[in-house]
């Protein structure tokens, strides 16, 4: 694969697609559709090729030379203005363990989700204009190693969601769009703000032996690149770099979301069209959780130290609280929307155990949680799409009506559970062995498992109330999947079973990177004390 | 036979039923009657089990387990953990070899004896695929040979439980019961998973042998004895869910809205009894005070049934209390020491009790879905096979010389009067022995007022008829099972019988003796005393003796107690002499606390049910419109800000150009125009946002 720009090509693929798509005439809606689906198909085949060619033995993290499917270039040169510099920017481009499985799912959730699209008719050259739109910049977040870059790609995300929400999606879209928009933005404020921070305090050493300011992430990693004076250098004797944890952090959370960010969740699900929300669950929360993994920890070791028992705390928290919530809602959507709520918790209570089981079964909830909840997200829309409606109390007895239909929920439903033999248990059950084992969260890990009892309440419940019980009348004409939908929830139902039974085939993926980032972590935020307490 | 043919034999017997779920929920529409592969496939595991169980009883009887053992999930070297890796395996001893046989023989059975009872259901094949699923993960409990596989297959169980209880969803009951009892279960299994990650976090395995050898050594979990303890019970927390234990007990009455094959197969003989196969398991790491949790929670709960199942009048209901009671038992066993016992009635009682069940079956669809036990009488003449099988096991039950529920029965009541001579706690063996008389009388009683004198719903009575032989032979096959032949020769001592002497032993206790009851410190003089090296480690010279003291009494008592309660059963069902109308009105406190389960269905809808019901709504009455509203206010303060400046800067600044209408120009551009959705705006904004910065930030 050597020189053969892979990553590129499954990031900007889809804007191919999107110059595609909008030089078709307004009428061919099926070609359109068509693109998509062959666009999204390559970059799920990019992706496997990827993984075939990927080196389990390599770490990444804070190594350059470890990353694999490397691609480096300058991108931006500015020559010096006064004070600031040279403003070098460079297009840096490489996969770890810790994006590996995400470049996965957000191929693998985008094809679902673009079969999931076929029904929507509403100037579908635009609609899929802007998904192919948001794919780059998804795909983009993930293979990025250049914070810039990152951010470019982070915002890029915002504005096609803003409008596929905002334009396709339910009643009060416009109320949904806004506000997860701005509540996104105000998160992307607080990053830019940290960004820049380090961007003056990093300064790279070039080949030729001068060094200047970078946006690179991995130099970021390196106490040693600091400026002494730099205004987020671990020597700074003032907060500011905690302040700016919180604040790069708090960017972060608000995407996960965290607890108490998290109320533009549900009204986005609620509204989006089951495509988006498919996309937004199955990735765009990940994006959050990435970056604490790939940039917050790396960056501010000792302050991650300094700061676990909060991180699991909020993880408790998402995980109670989601599950509570999700408990009395009577929208289905809203109440699959709470549950990712609780599931996004599993994740930071893992990654807060700074361990390598525990940050393991962080990046595979992530993966997991991406189809388990496409799944769940899926059969909300099956029904949506038949029924109109979404009210848990208006169904009840469909097991008999759409057999196959309450079977692949009832997989969904018991893989949201937990259920041993389906993917989320792996992960979960790890994300409590970390914990646990982690004294200073025990306390947290041990609350924490109420949600397993809550999980099953919510949806065990919910499962009797539509499947079960007598058949409403009103519903005696619904039918059961058609093609389409077997073909959009087979391939999710298989890897949540495979990944439950032989979860070493992504654990191993992503096992030398999370092994390597938790040495890292412990070595650096021991260091930084170190020179801190010597001064 | 080798060990790895053995080891290979029992993956075999393990992937045959999910082959046959597979296959059958995959083709069952498209073959016709597909389920007869799952019943082959169910048949082969009983013939291979059986060649297991006899070659392990042969060859291997005294051998150590045999051990078969892979790499799941490999971590590679971990600081301070060194290299970490999570292991599946096997492990074949003496009883997981009967075990084997145990719920082969008895799923098979019920295979068969559904095609009689489930004929002509809609979901027939569905049912068989749930049948697989179910057989698969009970295989899983009983050959793991660590803990983590075992909460695998222990949660599996709990879905095809779920699945089968509530296999008649269309019944709001049904699906109720299945929900209950899949969240009654979960709480136990938080406690156990607790203790697991306890114990990995310790010794990170989850394999039982190497946890057992650390703990031999003398590591401790969190190095004290107080963790240890309460590893045990939270642990032991897993059983009292499975096995319906007080005070989790509440979902296994309602478990009886699934097919009766179900309840006889799932909750009465073999997945039920999961929960004591675990305390076995673990039996080894358990201190003295997580065995006297154990024994007061098996002994209470026992006794707890039992005076519920006296009033009750679904036979089914009255069963599943009987089943209940008899899981105490085993699991006071336990508790009490008297492992081999414990295991013994395990064994014994998944015989008669699936026989109980399915010949109330066999009732139930001869009086056409009649459970009402005050609805039926007379039925010996219209059901004989039916009725001498049910006499047969009521008998084995009631703890009657010639059956098999009498030695184990006998051995577990001499333990707790033992156990209770050495240690003081009277009390087990007080609900011990009160249970045996309440049970012999319920039993009769069920048996008196269905089978006996004259039929009370003439019609139904009438239209009655025996069922067919798939149905009947599953039963005489059980009824034979539960004589005392099978266990020893010697019908009144199950301790001189090849399962106590030769099969089930002991194992040794690796708490250190610090934390051990007395009478189960091993000493030096008594490990050159005693030849059984297996019994040296656990039960020192002094129970021993405390035994050979008690068995007389204690199995006279026992036998009297049966006869009493048979007795009484006579008295006041068979021969009147005393108006049961008349006692419950006398006690109508008594009657009505019984009859309505001391009211513990009630209690826990109005607390944990209710409580966490109401939290849920309160929790989302704060998400809306406290957490949300503090975001929908602070939006709608920042555009009245924005608004304001937009004024401010229309008006009160003139058109210079100068920082602070730039500013709030910028505010007022940021947050209100951005809701047009215009794009250059936001893209102006980051722009400016970045030069704002730059020049805040310039270093000085």
Redesign the interface.
Known sequence: MDGFPILSLITFLPIVGLVIVLSLPKEKAQTVRITTLVITSIQVILAVILLANYNYGLAGINDPNSFQFVEKFRWIEIPGISWIGTIKIDYFLGVDGLSMPMVLLTALITFIATLSSWKIDKSVKGYFALFLLLDTAMMGVFVSLDFFLFYVFWELMLLPMYFLIGIWGGPRKEYAAIKFFIYTLVGSVFMLLVMIGLYFSTKEILPDGSSAYTFNMLAMMNPHNYVSTGILSPLNPSNLRFIAYIALFAGFAIKIPMFPFHTWLPDAHVEAPTPISVILAGVLLKMGTYGILRISFPIFPNITRELMWYIALFGMINIIYGALVALAQKDFKKLIAYSSVSHMGYVLLGMASLTSVGINGAVFQMFNHGTITAMLFLSVGVIYDRAHTRGIYEFGGLANQMPVYTGFVTVAFFAAIGLPSMSGFISEAMVFLGSFGTEVIRTLAIISTLGILLGAAYMLWTLQRIFFGKLNEKWANLPDLDLREYVMLVPLAIVVIFLGIYPSAMLNIMNTSVKHLVDFLAVNAHHISTTISAL | MSEITLVNLSLIILLLPIIGFTVVIFFGKRFFKIFWFEIAMIGIAFVLASIILFVRLTTYVDAAPIVFQFT?????N??LLGH?TIDLGVKIDNMAAIMMVVVTLISFLVHIYSLGYMKGDPRFTRYYSYLGIFSFSMLGIVLTHNL?MM???W??VG?SS?LLI?FW??K?SA??A??KA??TN??G??GM??GI??L??NYHTFTFDTIFHSIAGGHLPFDSGAWLTATGILLFMGAVGKSAQFPLHVWLPDAMEGPTPVSALIHAATMVAAGVYMIARIFPMLTADALLVIALVGGFTSFLAATIAITQNDIKKVLAYSTISQLGYMVMAMGVGAYAYGFFHLVTHAWFKALLFLGSGSVIQAMHHEQDIREMGGLRKKLPITYYTFLTATLAISGVPFFSGFLSKDGLLLGTYAFASLTGHVLIPIFGFTVVILTAFYMFRLVIITFHGEPRNIEKYNHAHESPKVMTIPLIVLAVLSFFFWYTGNPFSGESGWFISKWIHTPHSVVPDSLRFNFMRSTAEASAHLENAHEVITHSPMYMEALHHSHYPAMIISILFAGLGILLAYVIYQWKKVDPDKLAERYSWLYKFSLNKWYFDELYQATFVAG??G???V??WF?TYI??G??NGT?WVTRKVSEFSGLFDTYVVDGLVNFTAFFSGFVGLG?KK??T?R?QT?VVF?VL??LI??LI???F
């Open positions: 799941w999930i490999n971590f590679g971990l600081p970490l983590l909460y695998i297959f949660e599996l879905l779920y509530g969803y269309e709001k699906a109720d299945g929900k899949f969240l979960r709480v299994d938080i998973f607790l990650l306890i990995f976090t966490t019901l939290l849920g709504k929790l989302a998400d957490v949300d503090i975001v939006a947050l951005i809701q959705g794009v936001y980051a946002s970045i910065l730059l930030l310039r270093p």
